[in-house]
């Protein structure tokens, strides 16, 4: 079972909210994380979504386990909130997402 944790030390996004009609913005991948860095994931790409008053941090990073994605959102008092996936379970978070925004 993969486990992106194994791997990861701090160093995650930032993000404030959620709603609104933001689109995805690339933004570079935040620096720092070599392939050989050990117990670093290494970002291999970043979208930002700027929603209302939050923002989402989308990252792509690839540790010694393999790819996954990190989700994360930082609210106005400082929580951060972060989810992490498998990249072999997009397909499933894509479906999901759209199941759900058919209930709109």
Known sequence: MFDPMSELTGGGSNSEGFGGDAAPVARPPRGGNGAGAGRFARDL???????????????????????????SEKSRGGQKTTIMFDVEDLDQMIAALQEMKTKL
């Open 45 to 71: 790409h970043s979208v930002t979504i700027h929603a209302r008053q939050r923002t989402f941090y989308i990252d792509l990073k690839e540790s010694g386990n393999g790819k996954f994605f990190k989700i």
